[in-house]
């Protein structure tokens, strides 16, 4: 099954790139294992529309272009809350259903546009706190690696 991050917005070079490049190198033979392939890390450039509405349209279609198969996770903070067990159970439900990839989606500076949200299999949130697009990158590469480690058996996650 093909894992991957779509995300709007490049990061830069500093120590969010940084993180984001550790735990996709440190998920890699963990993903073999699993079933999984490779962790991807898609970006896409942030749309140059002058309203808020209109960028988000554009980037939804951008987004859109890049998950036509599988299932779609949405980031946006009226998603639901989940463990990071009940995470790594859904990756595995996944896989063992035989769906042949999941995007995990993350919106740029005005979110995400409600046709993502609509079109997703899972919409999640990270709280109910606004974050930066960056640092939620982080948090869903961490996820995915530690999901990876929960269902390997490593003890990297303790709960």
């Known amino acids: 099954m093909r894992l991957a991050v779509v995300a709007i917005g490049r990061l830069k070079a500093g120590p969010e790139r940084i993180l984001v490049e ?36 554009e980037e939804a279609a951008a987004i859109a272009a890049r998950c036509r198969d599988g299932a779609v996770v949405a980031f946006d903070e009226r998603g639901a809350s989940l463990t990071s067990t009940a995470f790594a159970d859904r990756c595995a439900a996944w896989r063992d259903q035989g769906i042949g990839a999941v995007y995990f989606v993350i919106g740029g500076a005005d979110g ?13 949130s990270f709280g109910a706190a606004t974050l930066p697009h960056q640092l939620v ?11 990876m480690t929960m269902l390997t058996g490593h003890p990297y996650h303790r709960a």
């Open 22 to 57: 550790r735990y996709l190198e440190r998920s890699a033979p963990l993903a073999r294992t699993l079933g999984f392939g490779v962790l991807d890390h898609i970006e896409i450039g942030e749309s140059r529309a002058k309203r808020p509405a209109e960028r988000k349209a």
């Open 112 to 124: 995400l546009d409600p046709a993502i949200r609509e079109r997703a299999d899972l919409v999640l």
């Open 137 to 147: 990158r982080i948090l869903v590469v961490e996820q995915l690696y530690r999901s």
